[in-house]
């Protein structure tokens, strides 16, 4: 098992794409973040002005 395991990482560890990829991670890891925050606020604040109109607040204005 352990021979399998020591080829796979010597093989991966001689590939150009872990190289290339490994930087990136945070950046998209960090955009994914972001972007679940916005899709977030933007449902709550789609709720807020649901719950307005429903109460009838937002038609006196």
Known sequence: MLRGRDAL???VSRSRTPRTWTPRV???AASA???GGTV???VVAGGA???A???G???AM
């Open 9 to 11: 990482l010597d093989r």
């Open 26 to 28: 945070p950046l998209f």
């Open 33 to 35: 973040v972001v972007a």
């Open 40 to 42: 977030a606020s933007a």
């Open 49 to 51: 002005v649901a719950s």
């Open 53 to 55: 109109i429903a109460a």
């Open 57 to 59: 607040h937002l038609l």
